[in-house]
């Protein structure tokens, strides 16, 4: 094969043009992808082991908080009275 067409200033702005456009062409194509994927992995980091735990732990605080007192100051379990409590 002769490449000496490659050096042909006649066609050098088709192969620039051609290499640009691919370029230009991939990354349209691409850095979308990307950040959909960095999102992905963001919300990814939501759901590891370690994160779970944490929420877990979280909420378990918070409803060890709510079973503790009510509004009014009267024991409750899941937002209702106690029994106990009810009677008195």
Same mark, same amino acid.
């Given at each position: 094969?002769? *490449?000496?067409?490659? *050096?042909? !200033? %006649?066609?050098? !702005? +088709? +192969? #620039? /043009?051609?290499?640009?456009? *691919? /370029?230009?062409?991939?990354? &349209?194509?691409? +850095? !979308?992808?990307?950040? *959909?994927?960095?999102? %992905? =992995? =963001? #919300?990814? =980091?939501?759901?590891?082991?370690?994160?779970?735990?944490?929420?877990?732990?979280?909420?378990?605080?918070?409803?060890?908080? %709510?079973? /503790?007192?009510?509004?009014?100051?009267? &024991?409750?379990?899941? /937002?209702? !009275?106690?029994?106990?409590?009810?009677?008195?």
């Amino acid at each position: 094969m002769d *490449f000496s067409l490659l *050096f042909d !200033p %006649e066609y050098l !702005p +088709i +192969i #620039v /043009g051609t290499i640009v456009g *691919f /370029g230009l062409l991939a990354a &349209a194509l691409l +850095i !979308p992808v990307y950040r *959909f994927l960095e999102r %992905e =992995q =963001q #919300v990814a =980091q939501k759901w590891t082991p370690d994160a779970l735990a944490e929420r877990l732990k979280q909420r378990r605080s918070a409803d060890a908080t %709510e079973m /503790g007192e009510g509004d009014d100051g009267s &024991a409750t379990s899941n /937002g209702l !009275p106690n029994e106990s409590n009810a009677a008195s």
